[in-house]
């Protein structure tokens, strides 16, 4: 009967045993019986939720005007606390664009920074704009714990908020929570073109290329002569060619702006013999790539101007004695070579 006793207790002890461990396990969940959210609270998380996300949604359009407009910077000033670089830059539309090419140096900020870049530009829009989204009473967003996740793709970025926030004390958890974005856009393909483009235009010299061949085509002026003469040969006697530098840079400028809308994209050059009026060139792939989804416009930036340091003066003095009939004549012949140095940021 005593042994009977002390088997009973053991089994007692096993048992309350098993409950303090079942109780201990609960607790370590949060919960000691796991109650589902109410449906009314759920139905007002989701509205949250969808704030959220619209408002995610505008900190994402937000960054990428001003990225797009400052050539994939936030801003073209130096901020060392989140990594910006010094950077050289043009004025174009009336914003500082930093270069990412200039003549045969590079200065392309990775991908890894412009994500760096984007995800902070988010995050500060959020902070900024979150009584957006805070409509109700009883909701509360754990700012301090805030973390932004991009993921710049090719069609598309995206986004990932983690951003606490409870409704009516109920925490929000799957599948409203984290906050997801999807948003189309060729960021990421202007980005990767910009990239080979920078490259691939440091090496081959694209520009001065194309404007030293174009010279060799300059249209006449009043004169008879080129606009930009390159060579040929003065048969009258005291015949001048006179190039003003105003003359030389606006000159150059009709060539650079023609340049620019006469390029054909991914495509090898056109047999265009005979056809000096009708000149195009021809970008065949930058770095190896080709990007056919692109519309891709190139121009000016604000006050372009070439610095011209010295005019064009090509005179005709050399004088040949003709002693070939009874009179003696003045015969003119001078043979001109100019030369001409471009080069482009």
């Not at 607790?27 to 996300?53: D, L, T």
């Not at 000033?77 to 003549?103: A, L, R």
């Not at 010299?205 to 249209?219: D, G, H, I, V």
């Not at 930009?228 to 105003?246: A, F, K």
Request: hydrophobic letters at 40%.
């Amino acid at each position: 009967m005593g042994m009977r006793k002390a088997q009973v207790e053991f089994t007692l002890i096993l048992a309350l045993v098993f409950v303090m461990v079942v109780v201990i396990y609960y607790a370590s969940r949060g919960s000691f019986i796991p109650s589902p959210i109410p449906s009314n609270v759920f139905e007002e998380q989701k509205i949250v939720q969808n704030s959220v996300i619209n408002l995610i949604r505008k900190g994402v359009d937000e960054t990428l005007r001003v990225m797009e407009t400052h050539g994939g910077y936030l801003s073209s000033n130096t901020s060392k606390d989140i990594g910006f670089e010094e950077v050289s830059h043009v004025m174009f539309t009336g914003y500082e664009v930093p270069y990412w090419q200039k003549c045969n140096r590079l200065f392309i900020p990775s991908k890894k920074k412009v994500k760096k870049w984007m995800e902070i530009s988010i995050s500060e829009y959020i902070k900024n704009h979150i009584s957006e989204a805070a409509h109700m009473q009883k909701v509360r967003f754990h700012l301090e714990n805030l973390s932004v996740s991009a993921n710049i793709l090719r069609d598309k970025i995206e986004v990932t908020v983690h951003l606490p926030t409870s409704v009516n004390g109920y925490k929000m958890r799957e599948p409203l929570y984290p906050y997801t974005v999807s948003i189309p856009t060729k960021f990421g393909e202007i980005y990767n073109f910009a990239n080979d483009f920078s490259r691939e235009s440091a090496d081959k010299r694209f520009f001065e290329t194309f404007t030293m061949l174009s010279l060799y085509f300059s249209k006449y002026t009043f004169d008879g002569h080129p606009k930009l003469p390159t060579m040929g040969l003065l048969t009258e006697c005291g015949d001048t060619i006179y190039r003003t530098t105003n003359q030389i840079s606006s000159y150059l400028m009709e060539i650079v702006e023609y340049i620019l809308t006469h390029i054909l994209w991914w495509q090898p050059m056109i047999n265009q013999a005979g056809k000096p009026e009708t000149k195009v060139f021809s970008i065949e792939s930058v770095n190896g790539n080709k990007y056919a989804d692109l519309n891709i416009r190139l121009y000016i930036p604000d006050d372009f101007v070439f610095n011209i340091t010295n005019p064009i003066l090509i005179t005709n003095s050399n004088i040949i004695i003709n002693k070939g009939s009874p009179f003696v004549v003045h015969d003119c012949l001078t043979a001109y070579v100019q030369t001409y140095s471009v080069v482009y940021p």
